[in-house]
């Protein structure tokens, strides 16, 4: 049966695979088992699922960094305001 696989490893993308065997939790390719679910990596069930997947992982990804860029803008505007009467 053909399954997509959403990978992150390096750059985001999506193999599709041939699945021999499934469980709950793993698949079977090419005589391996493979966790359907891990860190780097997700089997779906289809193109459109893998590719949701994907867009939302990297929406996390471009969510956290505008945080963690509004959290250094706002440090570096507090050093800036900084006097030798503060200390």
């Known amino acids: 049966m053909?399954?997509?696989k959403a990978e992150m490893y390096y750059e985001p993308k999506i193999k599709k695979i041939e699945v021999e065997r499934e469980t709950a939790c793993f698949v079977w390719i090419q005589g391996r088992k493979e966790s359907k679910y891990s860190e780097y990596s997700r089997i779906h069930e289809s193109f459109s699922d893998t590719k949701?997947?994907?867009i939302c992982k990297i929406q996390d990804k471009i969510d956290y960094?505008?945080?963690?860029?509004?959290?250094?803008?706002?440090?570096?505007?507090?050093?800036?305001?900084?006097?030798?009467e503060d200390l």
């Open 2 to 4: 053909i399954k997509y």
């Open 52 to 54: 949701n997947y994907l």
């Open 65 to 84: 960094h505008e945080c963690e860029a509004e959290s250094l803008k706002q440090q570096r505007q507090k050093i800036e305001k900084l006097t030798p």
